[in-house]
Each structure stands twice: as C-alpha cells, then as structure tokens.
C-alpha cells in the first residue's frame, strides 16, 4: 500500500484524460483528515525549472514546511510554458484544496511528461473533486500507476523503523522515473510519508541526506530533468525518533525507489552498481564513477554483456581526478579483470553468467588514497533509442 500503509494518509488514482491512451494520469496523496503535516522537499537544479516545481517551493516557504495533500499529473511536465503554467498549477493546488478542506498553500503539486504543452485543464479541474471523494487507505497502488510515464511497473516501498518509545515508526514511498535520470535526481517524482514527528527544518535535512545517497547516485543516460520533485510528509502520530534512526530508514526507502527505477529505466537490459573506492576523496570518486556511468562506449559493451575492462579503464583516466594506470584493479562479478597493468585470469564461464545477468557489480579501486562512491546506472540498448528519437 506504499504511502497508504502509513497511518492517517490516504491516496488515489485515476483517468482524467491527459493521456491519449486512457490510462491513469492524475494522483492526490493527502493526510485523512485534510490538516496539515510537516512537509519537506527536494526539487531539481535544472534553471530550466517547471511552473509546478515553483509553485510547491513557494508553497513550503509560506507555510513553513506544512502540507496536507500532494496533486499530480503525468503525460504533461507542465514545463517550458511560461505565466500560463504558473496559474495552471496554482489552479490544481486550489482546487485540490477546496476538496481536501485545506489552504491553497497547503497543497504541493507535481507534474511530469511531455516538455513544452500546456495542461489540458478542461480535463484536470474536473476530476481534481471526484478523486478527492476516492481517496482511501487502500488508493497507494492507484497513486504509484496514475504518476507512470515510460514507466512499465508503479514503484513502491514501505518500511519500518523503532521510535524512541519502543514503538515503530513506519515510511512509504511512491515514485515514477525511467529516463532523463542523472545525479541531482532524475526524471522523477517521488512522495513519501511517514508517522514520525519531525520538524521542517528537521525533515529538510534528513531528506536531503536520503537523496544524497540514493536519487542523486542514480543515472541513466546523464540528462537532468525540469520537474524532479522529492516530497516528504510527517504526521508525527508515531512519535519522536532518534535522527540517526530516521535517516538511515529514509535513505533505505529512497535507495530502494531509486533502484527500482534503474531495473524499469527505459530500454535497459542490465541494471549496473558501480562502486569506486581507493580515490584522493571522495569528490574524485563521485566524478570518476560518473563520467564512466555515463559513457556511451561504457554502457554498449554492458550492453553487450563484454566485461571489457579498457573502456573502464579509460574513462577513469579522462576523468581528470588523481590517477596512475599502474594502481588500478577493475572488478566485475567479485573478480578482478585488471590490476598491476595487465588483463586477469578470470572464472570465464563465471564472469559471461554474472553479465548475462541483469544486474552487473563493477568495482574500480584506484589505489590513490580513501576516497569512495557509489552510482547505480545502466546500459545503453537500441529500444531506448527507439523510445527517445520521438515525442509521441
């Protein structure tokens, strides 16, 4: 039930016509007695930013980090559209708003889909008060479908953490994504709730850690998106929880989603964990995992299910981080492929089923000091190319 399984939150989806083909296109994730809730957000650095992503900022600001519903759409990013935009989005916050029983202000809104179209509101607007009247605890399901673009399977998760009170404390998730996905978050929307009691700033901070390592970790093809938006709801019926507690069951949560979306990215055969350790630091490793995840000769041999360790190898040195070919050891499947300036002896049998598979383990240790990334990426296959040369 995703971010229904959390008490006092309630959801649905449905069809309002955004999308030629019928299916879902419109999401409301509220709190079940319409109040407001602690409520945080991450949004993307694009500049390129789209009129919902600014109005659901402006909507934390005024309120000092309170909401009680979240609208979304998919099939139209609402994004490269100007002042028309803006009051469309304000729109849907409204009038999510009249139904829920809440302030405008008090309403995020999110949307995602083809750049550059104005949202059909003729459709929207009237559906905003019937899916309002269908929300339950049972709608978390409808929700993850009703937000899915190139998406082939709704992403969701629910997990469980202790509060200080020896209860539990429990966080779900919805989110959609599967291409324009690189670091600083990617094509995606994700909304999470949760029954701990945490404060704005509090929750600012912890979902920006979680994203830290989790969202911004994952790429797909280097392209960063108008609309990402990461949503965090908190009733506080739970109770206080230890920070560290929370961070780390938020960071599970949004790691989970995250690497969900990689296993559905468009196109992909093969889902890529990339580990890179032994850097100068940190910074170095996240830019030499980075530059390798998103090269394209990189991604077709993972494709091809060829461990070659030479386009591994040279990325890594056209990284422009601290580097000596003769300390290098690449990795694939727990077996060392390259190290001391020479090719291995390897398992073959071993290594072509571990790339058969779909989902590869790379390791690059750089032997130049204690610096470590991880990234989560994938290949680069024909059908995303087919899924990507055209709008419609």
């Known amino acids: ?4 399984k959390v008490p006092g939150f309630v959801a649905a989806g449905m069809a309002c016509g955004i999308k030629a083909s019928g299916a879902e296109d419109l999401a409301v994730v509220a709190t079940a007695d319409g109040l407001p809730v602690t409520a945080a957000g991450v949004f993307t650095s694009n500049q390129m930013t ?5 109005v659901s900022r402006e909507h ?3 309120t000092g980090g309170r909401a009680a519903a979240v609208v979304l759409n998919s099939g139209n990013a609402n994004a490269a559209t100007g002042t028309a935009g803006r009051v469309d989005a304000e729109a849907m916050c409204a009038l999510t708003a009249d139904a829920v029983g809440c302030k405008p202000a008090e309403v995020l809104v999110c949307s995602t889909g083809l750049i550059g179209f104005q949202l059909p509101m003729e459709k929207i607007l009237p559906a905003i008060p019937k899916i309002v009247a269908d929300l339950g605890g ?3 399901m409808a929700a993850a479908r009703a937000m899915m673009t190139t998406d082939t399977v709704p992403r969701l998760t629910v997990l469980t953490g202790t509060a200080l009170d020896g209860g539990t404390f429990t966080i779900g998730g919805v989110a959609k994504g599967a291409a324009m996905l690189e670091p600083n978050m990617a094509t995606m929307l994700a909304v999470l709730t949760t029954d701990a009691l945490l404060d704005a700033t509090t929750a600012t901070d912890l979902l920006r850690s ?3 390592v989790s969202f911004n970790c994952l790429t797909v093809d280097g392209a960063e998106s108008t609309n990402d938006t990461v949503l965090l709801l908190a009733s506080g019926s739970a109770g206080p929880v230890a920070t560290d507690e929370m961070r780390a069951a938020l960071s599970d949560a949004c790691r989970d989603l995250a690497i969900q979306m990689a296993d559905d990215a468009e196109g992909s055969t093969k889902t890529v964990f990339l580990t890179v350790t032994g850097a100068a630091n940190d910074i170095e490793a996240a830019k030499g995992a980075r530059d390798t995840a998103n090269c394209q000769l ?4 993972w494709y091809g299910e060829d461990p070659y360790w030479g386009r591994i190898a040279s990325e890594m040195g056209a990284a422009g981080i601290t580097f000596d070919p003769s300390t290098i050891t690449i990795s694939y499947g727990g077996q060392v492929v390259y190290a001391a300036e020479r090719a291995q002896s390897v398992d073959e049998v071993a290594l072509a089923a571990h790339m058969a598979g779909r989902r590869i383990d790379l390791k690059v240790d750089l032997g130049q000091g204690d610096g470590s990334a991880w990234v989560v990426t994938t290949d680069l296959s024909h059908a995303y190319i087919d899924e990507n040369m055209r709008t419609s």
Do not use: W
Request: charged share 10%.
């Open 210 to 212: 979680a994203v830290g």
């Open 298 to 301: 990189v991604k077709c041999s």
């Open 1 to 4: 039930m995703s971010v229904t």
């Open 50 to 54: 789209a009129p919902p992503v600014l």
């Open 60 to 62: 934390l600001v005024t």
């Open 138 to 140: 049972d709608g978390g």
